[in-house]
């Protein structure tokens, strides 16, 4: 079965960081765009980074844009989402989804594109 695994969420203060880390297994990553999302209470969905299947493009939503870095590390079947200068408003519910796709530049305003999706790790920033 294809599954997607995230880790890394916690208690952070403000102006703290965390790198959260998507694992696939049951498939390798080689080929698939990955997405990070992320949901508060009572919010929608939020797109919030993405990268392509060999990480040669990535996007950030400009509520992140500065702060969060995507990367990846094929070898590892793994996705990272280095966050720094968090704010409370971070808090939420963070997912990675992905897509074979390995023609696409990604893009992390839709949720369409992306089949698969993990369970969520929960981030609180808070004092």
């Known amino acids: 079965q294809l599954q997607l695994v995230e880790s890394g969420g916690g208690l952070v203060q403000p102006g703290g960081s965390l790198r959260l880390s998507c694992v696939a297994s049951?498939?390798?990553?080689?080929?698939?765009?990955i997405g990070w999302f992320r949901q508060a209470p009572g919010k929608e969905r939020e797109g919030i980074s993405c990268?392509?299947?060999?990480?040669?493009?990535?996007q950030y939503a400009d509520s992140v844009k500065g702060r969060f870095t995507i990367s990846r590390d094929n070898a590892k079947n793994t996705v990272y989402l280095q966050m720094g200068s968090l704010k409370p408003e971070d808090t939420a519910v963070y997912y990675c989804?992905?897509?074979?796709?390995?023609?696409?530049?990604?893009?992390?305003?839709?949720?369409?594109?992306?089949?698969?999706w993990g369970q969520g790790t929960q981030v609180t920033v808070s004092s």
């Open positions: 989804a992905a897509v074979r796709n390995p023609f696409w530049s990604c893009a992390v305003v839709v949720e369409t594109p992306y089949k698969h």
């Open positions: 049951g498939f390798t990553l080689d080929y698939y765009a």
């Open positions: 990268i392509s299947s060999r990480g040669s493009s990535s």
